[in-house]
């Protein structure tokens, strides 16, 4: 396709071409969109007098469902973990974050006494950047029994001051977290095949279990989107999300009691994991 003209395209073309691109449907329906935003700028300035996009069709449905963990499955992964990985892995089950914004996360961004988790990046590749959308950067609730979670590995960890990483990496000395790829390589895939789940294993694993939780405790699905912040939302919804509500403290704790943390040593377990 790299060498017809645009002029030409027809959408049987394209279509065709998009089954040959091996990426995943959500992935192929956004490029698919983008080409179609490319062709509304290209009428706007009058380089194009049609858009041939507008006809292909390209789904987003995944081709199969998701993995998620069970509150069992969670209980056995996290009884096999150590720290920073038992504290992470448990962190991102409860509150659904990305792990872009997982492991952007500074001990400025806790606020403790509020009980809030307010997000104010994300990091892919080691690059700081902006949250995704608006409702990305909403604030998600800290559950008073997750914010213990959290205190306690603060007293543990290295790097424990407000604008430290909460999981700094011990080989960047704290400036950089963890590579979320090694930690679940090298420390959370190997301790579920312990743990003896069978699952294929990754960082979106925990926040698709995150919202199947949320659903089979019977969690509104309003407060599940909220919670979850996605952008595709009503406007009414989206200013009803702009806080944390009773409603999604409610939701949250309902999780955290599901999924209790096992007990750990007091001492510093963190210091001897590599990035």
């Known amino acids: 396709m790299g060498g017809t003209l645009t002029l030409r395209l027809k959408a049987v073309a394209v279509e065709s071409w998009l089954k040959t691109v091996t990426l995943s449907p959500g992935t192929k329906a956004k490029l698919r969109n983008l080409m179609h935003a490319i062709f509304n700028h290209a009428m706007r300035w009058e380089f194009a007098s049609v ?7 390209q789904s987003a449905k995944r081709t199969r469902a998701p993995e998620v963990l069970t509150a069992e499955e969670i209980g056995a992964l996290l009884s096999e973990l150590k720290d920073p990985w038992r504290t992470a892995v448990y962190l991102a089950v409860t509150t659904g974050l990305r792990v872009s914004e997982l492991l952007a996360l500074k001990w400025e961004d806790v606020e403790f006494t509020a009980g809030e988790i307010r997000l104010l990046r994300g990091i892919v590749r080691q690059h700081i950047g902006e949250m995704k959308t608006e409702a990305s950067r909403k604030p998600v609730p800290l559950d008073a ?3 213990k979670v959290l205190a306690q590995w603060r007293g543990q960890c290295p790097y424990n001051q407000d604008l430290d990483y909460i999981f700094g990496s011990p080989d960047k000395h704290g400036k950089q977290p963890y590579w979320p ?4 390589e090298d420390h959370i895939r190997p301790a579920a095949k ?3 789940i069978q699952k294929r294993l990754g960082w979106h694993t925990l926040r698709h279990t ?5 659903k089979s405790q019977g969690t509104d699905v309003a407060v599940t989107q909220a919670l979850l912040r996605h952008a595709n939302v009503s406007i009414t919804m989206d200013r009803y999300v702009q806080a944390v509500t009773p409603a999604k403290r409610e939701a949250q704790s309902r999780i955290v009691k599901l999924l209790p943390f096992p007990k750990v040593p007091t ?5 001897a994991v590599t990035a």
Not at 51 to 57: A, C, G, K
Not at 210 to 214: A, H, N, P, R, V
């Open 181 to 184: 790829n090694a930690a679940m």
């Open 51 to 57: 858009n041939p996009i507008t006809l292909v069709r």
């Open 210 to 214: 995150f919202g199947t939780l949320l």
């Open 267 to 271: 001492r510093l377990t963190g210091a």
């Open 145 to 147: 029994e997750l914010a």
């Open 194 to 196: 312990r743990a003896g």
